[in-house]
């Protein structure tokens, strides 16, 4: 498999799923390139980098030589390049661009938008150098649930438009790699109702558009601090300040005004909290796909973190591979 | 040797005072905005909630909000129209739409020609496109939408949820953009050939255009020009209109009167964009009420900081005895929302220095989703309620209390 996209919805963490994703796919000498299509920097902002330019470029270097490469799609520069590549008109291309052409362009056609950006995503995915693919995967930063199965569809979204000529031929051979089996789309979920529900809408798309739909990845899962046998009795509101009041005695934190309530009420919303995310679990797991979790990051991402995200990441692709 | 100076510390930001925001009869819009996921939706509920129950007649204009808050507004079929929210005990109502864009372009065009007119504009494969998946077609329509409310006089207040876009600013940005294409200077190029009849056409628009048409057809087949210069012969009487219109909203924007309320969720990214809203707000002259800092932690108490609750943790569970493992977990769950609740004030203090004229109102996070009008009504009061009025002695613009000046 080689061309890895990753949605969610907005405020899960794709874009750093996608950042560890691509960070383990590189582990053991792999080179990976990572895309951004939606123009938000949020890869170079990661990675601690300056913006990105249209151009593949070193992020992160992984155990074992392996590299990640990044690249922001800008709209108008692939544009240019597509027009030089199929037309010969790079420097037709630059009068365009002057003239606000391209701008229109894209408008105009709003699929041709995302022909040019998934056009630039099959690209790498196919490239060959010496027999060779030049990348052993490709990692898409992808738009939003609500937006991917638009964005994948091409060939639907143009059809209107172009019914024929080269972006149509484009659009289709975009498709004809999107639904190979060298594809996959992986859905970025939180464990609560929203992203949740738009996991599973996103889904049920995808498997329309006869998109083939990879694992769901459940982001910043967390881990209940209570005792499990105390769990259920503190949801309910049975936990009470003269329960805890023994234990705080014998810590010299007695004499602490309101300390006992204040650790109750917390203690209760955690419980609560705990026992609606383990049933959105089980919401999760009904979806019938492969399934990880990585855990919530107590501290902001760095490099590290990606590090310990792309281990955990790694440990279900091996099992993926070995199912 | 001089004298050492304190450490600067952020000045708080005056209070955010919705309570009186909404029930001011002065105040006829308020539109709420910010980055996806922050909470727009239910924020622009339940403030329209609070402001029926302040005795107004408010229309809310949600953007494709959760299914399940549409439902629990009693509006199984959420769609354009304002619909009737049965809101028992207030002494206003409450109206609630959905905003479907292609059906507001349809009645936008259906209200400005014929209906011989309208038919061929709805049957051309490019309007077809144009009001079903142009770029800035939902914010256009949204402020379509805002402009017709405002002018039926029917309701004395309405809120509107602006679209999840890429970035926030495309909404200020829609009319513009969407005149200056329907109206621009690249649509009338493209049809000028129909429109001067041929040959003389061709003359005008230049070596360049050309260049761009031919690129145009033979990229997206030829068919394609037909259709958008069908679409203009036919839809030419309106592109004033839609200039005309659009200026008009965005002026009502800027008029006293309305308020535009920012939502940010205590994340990195979602306050950069609310900070790039505020200059955008102030740079374009529009009355900003404030920030919503939106699903906040605040611990239940702050007597007990982070290190000394993993501390006694450690000391309670090495202690043992009855109940010592529940303490400890209780301890822990306490130093974990302290750690929450530092980060979350750190990064709400940050934003108050870039804009420390900015009332900000912090709302803490419910236990789950909002989807009903009992979970709007909590959340109101949480916008609501007075400053100082919160059992923790922590005032509601903050997550932490103030620490008290060194020295």
Known sequence: MRCHVVTGKGGTGKTTVAAALALSLAADGGHVLLVETEGRQGIAQLFDTPPLPYEERRVAVARGGGEVKALAIDVEAAFLEYLDMFYNLKRAGRALRKMGAIDFATAIAPGLRDVLLTGKIKEAVTRRENGRPVYDAVVVDAPPTGRITRFLNVTNEVSGLARSGPIRAQSDGVMAVFRSPQTAVHVVTLLEDMPVQETADAIAELTAARLPVGSVIVNMATEPLLPASSIARTAEGRLTGADLQPALTAAQLAGIDGLADGLVAEAVEHARRWISQDALRGDVEALGRPLVELPLSSSPIDLGCLFELADRLDGHLRTEVAA | ?407
């Not at chain 2, 819009?29 to 922050?38: D, E, L, M, Y």
């Not at chain 2, 997206?220 to 309106?238: C, E, K, P, R």
Request: aromatic fraction near 4%; charged fraction near 20%; proline fraction near 7%.
């Open chain 2, 1 to 407: 040797m001089t004298a050492a100076q304190p450490p600067r510390r952020p000045t708080p930001a005056p209070p955010l005072d919705l309570a009186a925001l909404v029930s001011d009869r002065e105040t006829r819009i308020i539109v709420c905005c910010g980055s996806g996921g922050v909470g727009k939706t239910t924020t622009s509920a339940a403030l329209a909630l609070a402001a029926a129950e302040a005795g107004r007649e408010v229309v809310v204009l949600t953007i494709d909000p959760a299914r399940r808050l549409a439902q629990s507004l009693g509006l199984v079929e959420l769609d354009n129209e304002p619909r009737l929210v049965e809101t028992p005990g207030a002494p206003g109502e409450l109206h609630a739409m959905m905003l479907d864009m292609k059906r507001t372009f349809d009645d936008v065009v259906a209200a400005h020609s014929t209906p011989e007119r309208a038919q061929v504009i709805f049957d051309n494969p490019f309007y077809q496109a144009l009001s079903s998946s142009f770029a800035g077609t939902q914010e256009y329509m949204a402020m379509e939408k805002l402009g017709q409310l405002r002018a039926s006089d029917r309701w004395d207040l309405v809120i509107v949820d602006t679209p999840p876009s890429r970035s926030a600013l495309d909404f200020l940005d829609a009319p513009n953009r969407m005149s200056r294409f329907l109206d621009g200077t690249m649509i009338r190029l493209l049809t000028a050939p129909a429109r001067a009849g041929g040959r003389a056409g061709v003359r005008f628009v230049g070596a360049g255009f050309l260049l761009f048409s031919r690129i145009i057809s033979k990229i997206l087949g030829g068919q394609l020009l037909n259709d958008i210069s069908a679409f203009v012969s036919a839809l030419d009487t309106m592109f004033g209109g839609f200039r005309e219109r659009a200026n008009a909203t965005y002026e009502l924007l800027r008029q006293p009167g309305t308020s535009f309320v920012v939502v940010a969720a205590p994340e990195p990214d979602a306050l950069r964009e609310a900070s790039y809203f505020v200059d955008r707000l102030s740079t374009e002259g529009m009355p900003l009420a404030g920030l919503v800092l939106n699903r906040t932690h605040p611990p239940a108490t702050t007597a007990l900081s982070a290190t000394r609750a993993e501390g006694a943790a450690e000391a309670v569970a090495e202690a043992g005895g009855p109940g010592s493992k529940l303490a400890a977990g209780a301890l822990r769950v306490h130093a974990e929302r302290m750690t929450v609740a530092t980060r979350e004030q750190r990064l709400a203090d940050r934003f108050t220095s870039a804009h420390p004229e900015v009332p900000v109102r912090t709302v803490p996070a419910a236990a789950g989703d909002v989807h009903d009008l009992d979970g709007l009504r909590v959340m109101g009061e949480a916008l609501l309620a007075e400053e100082g009025d919160t059992g923790t002695g922590t005032p509601r613009s903050r997550v932490l209390p103030i620490r008290p000046q060194a020295g």
